[in-house]
């Protein structure tokens, strides 16, 4: 079995049961970066798939890459990335691209648990609070979750006070 077929699978709709199958019957199987990021982008199965993944081949590093692929599923990137915070929270590359992506594009939950996780590791800049007061689901919430819990961190700027204002008029 290659790993290209590997890939395929974790692309498929059905792919948690197709990994899970081959992942039990072989050991052998190496599980690289491009087979973590198809996973995280699969919008049917893929948070099932990462923790099968993570489960099956506990040394697998996860890259920045794996990370921005997760955020960048609409359907269930919020699972996924809260399945990477629980398993490898500590060893989760956080930089602020990912920091904006998730308060712009995830429930305020996502960014409670980052900062469980991450605390002072996560970085809170300006373009972060701008991507917070964007999200329109949740970003009253993770606005408030970030400057109670970073407030001290967080550079209030003119055009992040205009933005909120605009956000949340």
């Known amino acids: 079995i290659t790993e290209d077929v590997i890939k395929t699978a974790a692309g498929n709709k059905s792919g948690d049961k197709v990994i899970m199958i081959v992942l039990d019957k072989r050991t052998d199987i190496p599980i690289i970066e491009d087979v973590m990021k198809t996973a995280a982008k699969n919008k049917y199965c893929g948070d099932r798939l990462i923790t099968i993944l993570l489960r099956h081949r506990g040394d697998t590093p996860i890259t920045e890459d794996v990370v921005k692929a997760a955020t960048g ?8 990335i809260a399945i990477l915070l629980e398993e490898r929270g500590a060893d989760l590359p956080i930089t602020e691209g990912i920091v904006a992506q998730i308060s712009r594009r995830f429930n305020y939950s996502v960014i409670r648990l980052l900062l469980d996780k991450r605390g002072t590791d996560v970085p809170i800049t300006e373009d972060v609070v701008d ?14 979750i970030l400057l109670m819990e970073r407030g001290a ?11 909120i204002a605009r ?3």
């Open 153 to 163: 961190d967080i550079l209030i700027t003119e055009g992040i006070v205009a933005q």
């Open 131 to 144: 991507a917070a007061a964007m999200n329109h689901w949740s970003g009253e919430y993770i606005m408030t």
């Open 73 to 80: 599923n609409n359907m269930i990137g919020d699972k996924i």
């Open 167 to 169: 956000s949340f008029s």
